[in-house]
């Protein structure tokens, strides 16, 4: 269970009463916490207040993290838990998708019996299924918020999706949004690295098809690849450029191009995504969860990261594995680097190393377009396709 309430005296007692019922239970005090947590686990029922600042009495908060809830995952199982003037924001919370309600101050075994409720037709529908770990994009940043709405919309389709952006930025997660999403989100996905022959016999079978790299392949290998996906099968592919995908197979993998962000155009995001970061290496290495300091929060901020949120993520890790306390300097998240000495290697006159090495630059810039790398180079395809058999390549 998940508990999301940010009185404690009330979220202690609910707690208490489902560990004596034998339940697990983690708990969250703000929406914030409540989406990272739902990002790193999966639960049986959600129990939901519905106001968390002060003075607030209205449900909006609640209302909207239950649409939110909702959005990435049509069968959460949410229970809101409201005061007993609050019966007009339980009645729309339930017209909005939650399970059922709790009224404050409530009886035990009534609290249990309606957690046991919520839950079971949740447990139908995920029985047979293939386990797999949450899929949501976390972020409040316009730029999030427009790719969680292409990801609603597309989603469901049977569309052909290239997702695209900066590595590390999230297409990996994105295309598992994109799955989880559709109407084969029970079934397993397969992965597939285009550059690794051995994992082609993938191809055939599954409803849906994770497809990597497809734009680095050249003209006869995409044809190929075109040619051996299944009629009925749904293809999510990720690639640097949709450019480098042909039209032929652009129109069977690439209906709809989905663009991740870079985080830089992601105001905001970055912190909090730096605190979820945080809660999943406190859990990993069990520490407790360290706060940053202001001065952390900034360069949290300010970037750049290399490899994006990847980046991020593995900087917020190393920066909990070093430090002491429950605090997070600047200083723990870009330690100087150990940079070793080296003696410059004397230079090379080999002028077959030398051509071989740009006519692999010029495949590489035009991803493996030979066409287009012949005309780079001032050569004929002929030409081209003598010299790379002359080299191996």
């Known amino acids: 269970m998940l508990l999301i309430d940010d009185n404690a005296s009330v979220a202690e007692s609910i707690a208490l009463a489902l560990r004596l019922g034998r339940h697990r239970i983690d708990c969250a005090c703000g929406p914030e916490e409540a989406l990272s947590r739902l990002a790193a686990a999966r639960y049986d029922v959600i129990l939901l207040d519905m106001n968390y600042a002060a003075n607030r009495t209205d449900g909006a908060e609640g209302l909207a993290l239950l649409a939110r809830i909702l959005a990435d995952d049509r069968q959460a199982a949410v229970v809101v838990i409201t005061a007993h003037s609050g019966v007009r924001i339980a009645v729309e919370a339930m017209r909005a998708g939650a399970r059922d309600f709790i009224m404050k101050p409530w009886r035990n075994a009534d609290l249990l019996a309606r957690i046991a409720a919520a839950a079971a037709p949740r447990a139908v529908a995920v029985t047979g299924s293939v386990a797999a770990e949450p899929a949501r994009l976390l972020g409040d940043s316009p730029a999030i918020e427009r790719l969680r709405a292409l990801v609603r919309r597309i989603g469901p389709t049977e569309a052909g999706v290239v ?17 989880a999403a559709s109407p084969h989100a029970a079934m397993a996905m397969p992965v597939i690295d285009l550059r690794d022959d051995t994992a082609w016999g993938l191809l055939d079978g599954p409803a849906s098809l994770l497809l990597r790299h497809p734009d680095r392949l050249g003209e006869v290998a995409q044809a190929r690849l075109l040619a051996r996906i299944p009629p009925a099968t749904r293809c999510i592919a990720i690639a640097d450029s949709a450019g480098g ?8 993998i690439a209906t709809v191009e ?25 859990v990993r290495y069990g520490r407790p969860v360290p706060r940053f300091t202001p001065a952390a929060e900034a360069r949290i901020l300010s970037g750049p990261w ?3 949120v990847r980046g991020l993520g593995a900087a917020v890790e190393r920066a909990i594995l070093l430090g002491e306390g429950d605090m997070i300097d600047a200083a723990l998240l870009a330690p100087d680097p150990v940079v070793a000495v080296t003696e410059s290697p004397a230079a090379r006159f080999d002028l077959d190393e030398n051509e071989r090495a740009v006519i692999e630059a010029a495949l590489h810039e035009h991803r493996h377009n030979v066409s287009h790398a012949a005309a780079a180079l001032g050569l004929s395809r002929g030409a081209l396709y003598r010299r790379m058999a002359r080299h191996g390549l």
């Open 163 to 179: 997702v695209t952006g900066p590595p590390g930025s999230g297409r990996g997660l994105t295309a598992a949004t994109l799955h």
């Open 245 to 252: 995908i042909l039209p032929a197979l652009a129109r069977r």
């Open 258 to 282: 989905i663009a991740v962000p870079p985080l830089a155009m992601r105001t905001g995001d970055a912190l909090l995504l730096a605190r979820h970061f945080a809660r999943i290496a406190a």
């Open 306 to 308: 290399a490899d994006e």
